[in-house]
C-alpha cells in the first residue's frame, strides 16, 4: 500500500533555528497537507497546497511558515524561526480529491529547546 | 466555522465490552466523516470514513459508524474490543465542496481524541 513518508522522525532543534520538515506524498496525489499535534492536544490543521500554490492555512500558519515542492516528489515546511511553542508533531498528508480521503504519513516529532 | 466535539477524552473498558464513541460536529453545510486511529507511537490510520449514501458506514478492524445527520453526530462502536484496540481515536470533518477545477479541497477539522484504554 502507498506510503506517505516523512523525515527525520525526530529532530531537536535550539530555539530561534530554522528547521526544514520533508515529506514525500504519494506519487498519484495532487493535494497535500501539513497537521501538527502539540502533545496532549487535537490535531490541528496548518495548511493545504494545490496546483504550486498554498489553497487554504490556518491562523497557525504564519509568516514564520512556508511550504514548498521543489521537485516533483517532495513537500517541505520550514519554521523560518523556531519557538519553544512550535515544539509538537508535524504530519504530512497527500489525497486524491481532498474529499476521498487521506494519507498520513508518521510524524516527524519537533523538539524545540 | 466548523468544529467537532467528542465528548469522552478517556474510555477505559474490559476486553469483549462493547464500544461507542461519541463525536458530534457543527457545520451547516455537506459534510464528510472520517474517523482515524492513533496506535502508541504511531501515525494516524484511517478506520472508515462517510461520504454519502448508507448512513452505516462499516471500516477496518470491525469498526462501524452511523451518521445521523439530525443530530450531526458521527458515533464510532464496536460490538467487543479487545486490549489491541487501546489507542487514541479522533473524529474529523471536511466540508463536502466541488471547486471550479472540477476537483474537491478541505482540510480536515478533527475533534480532542478519545484515548481508549483497553484491560485484559
Known amino acids: 500500500e502507498p506510503e506517505v513518508t516523512q523525515t527525520p522522525s525526530h529532530q531537536v532543534t535550539q530555539m530561534g533555528q530554522e528547521v526544514i520538515l520533508r515529506c514525500v506524498p504519494i506519487?498519484?496525489?495532487?493535494?497535500f497537507y501539513w497537521y501538527r499535534q502539540i502533545l496532549g492536544q487535537k490535531v490541528e490543521f496548518l495548511v493545504s497546497?494545490?496546483?504550486?500554490?498554498?489553497?487554504?492555512k490556518s491562523e497557525i500558519f504564519d509568516d514564520q511558515f512556508s511550504v514548498e515542492r521543489p521537485d516533483g516528489s517532495n513537500f517541505t515546511l520550514k519554521i523560518r524561526s523556531t519557538k519553544l511553542e512550535d515544539s509538537a508533531m508535524y504530519f504530512c498528508?497527500?489525497?486524491?480529491?481532498?474529499?476521498?480521503?487521506?494519507?498520513f504519513g508518521s510524524g516527524t516529532r519537533l523538539t524545540v529547546v | 466555522a466548523q468544529s467537532v466535539s467528542q465528548h469522552n477524552h478517556h474510555v477505559i473498558l474490559s476486553e469483549a465490552a462493547s464500544l461507542e464513541l461519541g463525536c458530534n460536529y457543527s457545520?451547516?453545510?455537506?459534510?464528510?466523516l472520517f474517523w482515524y486511529v492513533q496506535y502508541p507511537g504511531q501515525h494516524l490510520q484511517l478506520l472508515l470514513k462517510?461520504?454519502?449514501?448508507?448512513?452505516l458506514v462499516k471500516g477496518i478492524k470491525g469498526f462501524e459508524a452511523e451518521f445521523i445527520k439530525s443530530k450531526f453526530s458521527f458515533n464510532l462502536r464496536k460490538p467487543s474490543v479487545q486490549w489491541s484496540d487501546t489507542a487514541e481515536y479522533f473524529c474529523?470533518?471536511?466540508?463536502?465542496?466541488?471547486?471550479?477545477?472540477?476537483?474537491?479541497?478541505?482540510?480536515?477539522?478533527f475533534g480532542k481524541g478519545t484515548k481508549l484504554s483497553v484491560k485484559p
Open positions: 498528508a497527500s489525497s486524491d480529491k481532498g474529499r476521498y480521503g487521506y494519507t
Open positions: 506519487s498519484n496525489h495532487l493535494y
Open positions: 497546497f494545490y496546483n504550486n500554490e498554498i489553497s487554504e
Open positions: 457545520y451547516g453545510g455537506t459534510v464528510n
Open positions: 462517510y461520504f454519502s449514501g448508507d448512513p
Open positions: 474529523a470533518v471536511n466540508r463536502s465542496w466541488r471547486g471550479s477545477y472540477g476537483g474537491s479541497q478541505g482540510n480536515l477539522i
